[in-house]
């Protein structure tokens, strides 16, 4: 595992300087998935949970977590978002969550995609956690990125 830029000549954490990268589009794509029991499923398709419509105040969530990622991971540098789209939809386990987020700049925006599916699914958690403590958040990852030096990227299952 390469991760020794974000370290200087004696072990400190440092932030990598992108100044001199060029600018180009990025683009990053992840997904994360939790799953719920049949009742709590059952509620969110019938829109009848107690705190109201938990998609769309997840989608929120996540939108607002890519924007504020540099403030929560710390060796992250702070991007100008051009996109943000966070996607949730029941499926027969629970509710997958898919991000994409989109900048021009230096730096690639996997972070960004990483961090709002985890907050998006977290959302989850926190508005059906009166009716479902067996939740589990799964299968963060990143799916594809685009963009930079090292160019395109795409999972594979193997």
């Known amino acids: 595992m390469k991760c020794s830029n974000h370290f200087d000549a004696e072990g400190n954490a440092r932030m990598v300087d992108v ?17 719920l029991d049949a009742q709590t499923r059952a509620s969110l398709a019938a829109h009848t949970t107690p705190k109201g419509d938990v998609l769309s105040i997840a989608q929120l969530a996540g939108i607002m977590a890519a924007k504020r990622t540099a403030d929560l991971i710390p060796l992250c540098h702070p991007l100008p978002l051009t996109h943000v789209a966070v996607h949730l939809a029941l ?21 960004e995609a990483l961090t709002a599916v985890q907050v998006a699914l977290l959302t989850v958690y926190d508005m059906c956690k009166s009716l479902d403590r067996g939740m589990v958040i799964q299968g963060v990852r990143l799916l594809e990125k685009s963009g930079g030096r090292s160019g395109d990227w795409r999972f594979t299952a193997e």
Do not use: F
């Not at 060029?22 to 998935?33: I, Y």
């Not at 499926?91 to 972070?111: L, N, Y």
């Open 19 to 35: 100044g001199a990268k060029p600018t180009t589009a990025r683009r990053a794509v992840a997904e994360g998935h939790i799953l």
């Open 91 to 111: 499926d027969e386990h629970g509710v997958r969550c898919e991000a994409i987020c989109q900048t021009s700049g230096p730096t690639g925006v996997e972070m």
